[in-house]
DNA sequence: TTTATTGTTCCAGTTTTTTAGTACAATAGG
DNA sequence: CCTATTGTACTAAAAAACTGGAACAATAAA
């Protein structure tokens, strides 16, 4: 397993941002990362199959919305919320603090 | 023409508003209507043919983001802010003040 | 070295979205 | 009534996304 691409802050972008978190999965996914410092994929594996997680952890690290780090063979994924809130200040506590009831 | 749909503002729903912001021509129109009050279609025509705006506008519509309000044979839209600002305190803002270069 | 763990890659099938042409509906004005 | 204006509805084709199974890669542990 190669090192996953990941963008620099500088190559982020709204409309990419907008879309990988409009999709409801990838919205679960970020708000349990919301209180975890990092989390590991295993905790997903009950809500959907390997392969449907890694395309959307995929689509979340390619928009620059989490990013992974490696240690053996567990990739440990957190929010980029510092990097967000530069870029698009408020943002992502729009998103983090919408009420459960109102997401999807 | 009949009314077009729009939902309550207790039916708006996070994924959806993201997903209706995350195409950068929808976010196009998005910002264009950011400080117009109202705004007519027709400024859109030179962007994209009739029928492309008019689903993209529907989109907007049916996501909550955009009103219409009819007048004779003219369409005024406009963003629903405020009530998203009620919803989702700060999600437009952080949209609408974005970096133009950052955004697609 | 063998086996288990963890996650990716590849692939195909299905669904959704985007785009835009054409025809249609509603209103306004002459 | 006839015509222009404004925008929708319908339709179809192309592109993109989502889903999940199966095989593979890399590390760890016995």
Do not use: W
């Amino acid at each position: 397993m190669r090192k996953p691409y990941q963008p620099a802050a500088s190559d982020i972008r709204l409309s990419a941002v907008l879309y990988a978190l409009s999709d409801p999965r990838r919205l679960q996914i970020v708000q349990s990362l919301k209180d975890q410092a990092e989390q590991n994929c295993a905790v997903y594996h009950e809500l959907m199959p390997k392969s449907t997680l890694t395309h959307h952890l995929k689509v979340l690290r390619e928009a620059g919305v989490a990013k992974v780090r490696i240690e053996g063979t567990q990739h440990f994924y957190s929010l980029r919320t510092e990097e967000l809130d530069q870029l698009f200040p408020g943002l992502m506590s729009a998103v983090l603090n919408a009420p459960p009831d109102l997401i999807e």
